[in-house]
């Protein structure tokens, strides 16, 4: 009998969903809820230092086969967030997702992350539309080495780094967190975007820009999975565009141990995550997968 039970390094998952940072993940109510869902784990909202408002709105909209969000990165900071991970925490896999401007911020966010009993700790190297943090500072592979390496000496808790697609050094990237100690890579965040209103001739979004979501940028994440799985050794998390059991089974075949889902859980609800992990079974089934394991990577061969 087949089984979805799958691990990213020492986090082992009874599904290899996962709810992406962003979404369903600021309380800890709303973490308890995807969980009970069928997530195997939930990646936290990336939380900084500080309370942060974010962008003013407008700060979302629907495209074609898509969202386009500039949030700008807002939360309750890390001091007021160990509530709700002492609420979410006793019931399943928190990873905690945080994002800092340089390496000294990142190894004390993981830090707390660690002490709230995150089970890992996700690194926002790649949002793009948050001055000073993310993307900006994920692009330069020294720099990402570097807080990596900063990290892993601050936490024992896995040290997972999620990359941009806004790079075309995307694999050297990578290999740079892996040579800092990183335990996992996770790709892809969002693709740069930007909508236009033409009835006032500006831009929609208050940031002007922000980043693309959703079915459309399922292809680009699949084939940076895809790059990664030769480019690196440790395991691969695909997020991005996944909203059915056949876009999870991409990612997997590309190289992905696990996955991460995000605007579908907003689109769809988070009775995704039960068609999801039922769909997958039915196909390793008939299909003659006996676990996950056994499909990673196979569309290499």
Known sequence: MSTLKTAVGKVVLE????????????????MVRMLEAGAGAVVSKSIGSEPKAGHANPCFTEVTAGLVNAMGLPGPGIELFRDEMAEAVPHGNIVGSVAGADAAEFSRLAGKMEEYGACAVELNLSCPHAKGYGMEIGTDPALVKSIVAAVK?????????????????????????????????????????MVICPEFGKPYLSNRFGGLSGPAVKPVGVRAIYDLYNAVTIPLVGVGGIANWRDA??????????????SAVATEGPEVFSKVNDGLLRFMEEYGYDSIDDMVGVAHE
């Open 15 to 30: 599904t290899p969903g996962m709810v992406a940072s962003g979404i369903m993940d600021e309380t800890g109510a709303s």
């Open 153 to 193: 000496d601050a936490v024992s808790i896995p040290v997972w780094v999620k990359l941009t697609p806004n790079t075309h050094i995307l694999p050297q990237i990578a290999v740079s967190a892996q040579e800092g100690g990183a335990d996992a890579i996770v790709a892809i965040n969002t693709l740069k975007a």
């Open 249 to 262: 089974a991409e990612y997997i075949m590309a190289g992905a141990r696990a996955f991460q889902i995000g």
